[in-house]
């Protein structure tokens, strides 16, 4: 097992030793810095990854790249890549054209191209697009061009904004939807449709003056859409907005 201080360049590590690595090896790439062994957990509030790459175990050369979306055949797309090298590095950089990587985790995961299922190789998960800090936005008033991109609250990623409009077979089973009037000046807070009735909640606020202010808002309302008597964080939300200028709509789990 390897122990270390300083993180290690992705263009260094190679596939092959990344199950050798000490967890939370902190491993660098392109600005960013990810910790090696911790696996990513949706069960958790954290977002899908776009791309999760694996290391081909028929070519040296190789890895093969999982897309996190179906084709019209209603398959998952997969690609097979050779790379110069094939270490953490390239494949980011390699990912990095298609769009811009805002997050990366190297761990192991079950690998889907084994039809039995029975191994779990080194991979690497990535998150691509622009990310813009909640702080960022504001909350009245025209507001910038967020479709695409991502939104990052207290270091939570958000899904892509639209995600559920792009991808119409997705559900959310949000608690909390949080709703910018056309006039951009106020905020409606409403239950999610699969919350109970008594568990539902209506709210307006007009003080708000960013994002970020809008989601700690919210937080006083979700443990009431989760029936908790304790107080709750935001766990996962993903936002919707049809262009520059355009009303947002929040939801909230």
């Not at 697009?129 to 507001?143: E, N, R, S």
Request: net charge negative.
């Amino acid at each position: 097992m390897s122990t270390l201080t300083m993180p290690l360049d992705a263009g260094t590590v190679t596939f092959e030793i990344l199950d050798q690595l000490q967890e939370h090896t902190p491993i660098s790439w392109g600005g960013l810095t990810a910790a090696a062994g911790r696996s990513y957990s949706p069960l958790q509030g954290e977002a899908w990854p776009d791309y999760t790459v694996f290391p081909d175990r028929d070519d040296v050369d190789q890895v093969l790249v999982l897309d996190r979306w179906y084709d019209e055949d209603g398959q998952r797309g997969r690609t097979m890549l050779r790379l110069p090298r094939r270490t953490v590095g390239d494949a980011l950089d390699h990912l990095h054209t298609r769009q811009p990587v805002c997050r990366f985790r190297a761990s192991q995961e079950v690998d889907p191209f084994d039809p039995e299922g029975s191994r779990d190789p080194p991979a690497l998960s990535v998150w691509t697009g622009p990310v813009i800090d909640a702080a960022d936005v504001p909350a009245t008033g025209p507001g910038p061009d967020l479709r695409g991109g991502r939104v990052v609250f207290r270091g939570r990623l958000s899904d892509r904004t639209d995600v559920l409009e792009d991808h119409p077979g997705m559900e959310a089973w949000e608690k909390l939807i949080l709703e910018q009037t056309p006039a951009l000046g106020e905020w409606v807070l409403r239950s999610g449709s699969h919350v109970i009735e008594d568990l539902q909640v209506h709210e307006h606020a007009t003080e708000l003056s960013t994002l970020d202010e809008v989601l700690t808002w919210a937080e006083q309302w979700l443990h009431t859409a989760y029936g908790s008597a304790y107080p709750m964080t935001v766990n996962s939300f993903v936002v919707s907005c049809a262009g520059a200028g355009q009303p947002m709509t929040v939801r909230v789990w």
